[in-house]
T-cell receptor, first 114, second 113 residues
Framework: DTAVSQTPKYLVTQMGNDKSIKCEQN?????MYWYKQDSKKFLKIMFS???????INETVPNRFSPKSPDKAHLNLHINSLELGDSAVYFC?????????????FGPGTRLLVL | GEDVEQSLFLSVREGDSSVINCTYT??????LYWYKQEPGAGLQLLTY?????DMKQDQRLTVLLNKKDKHLSLRIADTQTGDSAIYFC?????????????FGTGTRLQVFP
């Protein structure tokens, strides 16, 4: 009965590889997000989709490409991984785009690039 | 998170009150939030306050908002060891075509017996 789930939970990979992180929510929400939390715990939004449409696209290298096959899923593909990509990536969802709606967070994917 | 400032650490004794402070930047933010992050976990919404309110109380939690100074605080009464976590304040900020959350730098609360 997990509300927002992410896979994998841990990801260790070599520099230069391409990897994907998956997110699914069973809350019936229309909006999903990807956040990056660095080693100092700074949390910053990367992308947001509403009804499969991209509505937030922060200054993120174009090696990062989100994909939303349907409202319940938002995946993040990362090409040519770099050391600085090591972080915890959180997926979240809310009913509507405005931030007045409560966002529910997934457990995070811990990415380590060697 | 560099625009929303919080002190990095707070250490309190079990049973005492904790006060976590936050300074935000956007005076037009309509909602301000407090999230809790336990070790190895995602963020959990604790409470939020609408910008036309000065105070909100929810069981052991009291949120105070000073719009003039753009200052937000979270008071936890009777702090327990289970309250040890990182606490993030967040403001809703108008982006290009939607609102987005801007998180603070996080305050690590440690509760000792």
């Amino acid at each position: 009965d997990t509300a927002v789930s992410q896979t994998p939970k841990y990801l260790v990979t070599q520099m230069g590889n391409d990897k994907s992180i998956k997110c699914e929510q069973n809350l019936g929400h229309d909006t999903m997000y990807w956040y990056k939390q660095d080693s100092k715990k700074f949390l910053k939004i990367m992308f947001s989709y509403n009804n499969k449409e991209l509505i937030i696209n922060e200054t993120v290298p174009n090696r990062f490409s989100p994909k939303s096959p349907d409202k319940a899923h938002l995946n993040l593909h990362i090409n040519s991984l770099e050391l600085g990509d090591s972080a915890v990536y959180f997926c979240a969802s809310s009913q509507d785009p405005p931030a007045s709606e409560t966002q529910y967070f997934g457990p995070g994917t811990r990415l380590l690039v060697l | 998170g560099e625009d929303v400032e919080q002190s990095l650490f707070l250490s309190v004794r079990e049973g005492d009150s904790s006060v976590i402070n936050c300074t935000y930047t956007d005076s037009s933010s309509t909602y301000l939030y407090w999230y809790k992050q336990e070790p190895g976990a995602g963020l959990q919404l604790l409470t939020y306050i609408f910008s036309n309110m000065d105070m909100k109380q929810d069981q052991r939690l009291t949120v105070l908002l000073n719009k003039k100074d753009k200052h937000l605080s979270l008071r936890i009464a009777d702090t327990q060891t289970g309250d040890s976590a990182i606490y993030f304040c967040a403001e809703s900020r108008r982006g290009y075509n939607t609102d987005k959350l801007i998180f603070g730098t996080g305050t690590r609360l440690q509760v000792f017996p």
